[in-house]
């Protein structure tokens, strides 16, 4: 991960997350960022979490057909990265909302984080959603996670709720823009 002192002005650049073999292994890291993303949590090592089937269905087999993302990267190195990936009925994910919207996986580097790369990549992939024509995408957060005010600032809104998560969804324009 690079080093690089951060501040507002820090020029990241965003690219497919899908064009490079190697992203896998971040896209991985940054499944498990969200799926322990309360700080102090016992964290569970990389690859049990990705052994979960209702953690691995996220990533598994990445890129599948319609599957799309964007990786933030300093210096060619990832820091952040969003993706979407349609789950099904048969074997829904935690945001699930119907067959036709893909769920968003979101996760930036700790070093990198408060910044405005989390923005940057939700926006992108909002974008690249509506150009797909795609008429939504989705998300579950737990209520205490601070992301829900990132969701609500970028249009996603709630749609159901259980104890202690939310599925949000971003509904689009059908004529590609935001
Ligand atoms: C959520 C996450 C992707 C945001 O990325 P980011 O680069 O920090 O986001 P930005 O700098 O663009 O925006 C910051 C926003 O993140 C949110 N946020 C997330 N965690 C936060 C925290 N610990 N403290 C304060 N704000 C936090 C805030 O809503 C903030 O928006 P605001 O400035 O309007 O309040 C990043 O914090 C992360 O990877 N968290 C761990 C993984 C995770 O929780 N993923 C989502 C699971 S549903």
Redesign the pocket.
């Known amino acids: 991960m690079p080093s690089t002192p951060k501040t507002k002005t820090t020029p990241w650049k965003i690219r497919d997350a899908t064009a490079l073999p190697r992203d896998v292994e971040f896209l991985e890291l940054m499944l498990c960022?969200?799926a322990q993303?309360r700080p102090g949590d016992k964290a569970r090592p990389t690859s049990e979490l990705l052994a979960d089937p209702n953690v691995g269905h996220y990533i598994t087999g990445w890129p599948q057909p319609g599957d799309f993302g964007l990786a933030d990267t300093v210096a060619g190195e990832p820091i952040?990265a969003a993706w979407c990936r349609k789950l099904t009925r048969l074997d829904p994910g935690y945001g699930y909302v119907d067959d036709d919207t893909p769920e968003v996986v979101?996760?930036?580097d700790g070093a990198?984080?408060?910044?405005?790369?989390?923005?940057?990549l939700l926006g992108g992939l909002i974008d690249q959603a509506a150009r797909r024509g795609l008429r939504s995408i989705s998300?579950?957060?737990e209520t205490d996670?601070?992301?829900?005010?990132?969701y609500s600032?970028m249009g996603v809104a709630p749609t159901e709720a259980s104890d202690n998560a939310v599925t949000m969804i971003r509904l689009l324009s059908p004529s590609g823009k935001r």
């Open positions: 960022e969200a993303w952040g979101i996760g930036v990198w984080r408060h910044l405005g790369v989390g923005t940057a998300l579950s957060v996670n601070p992301a829900l005010n990132l600032r």
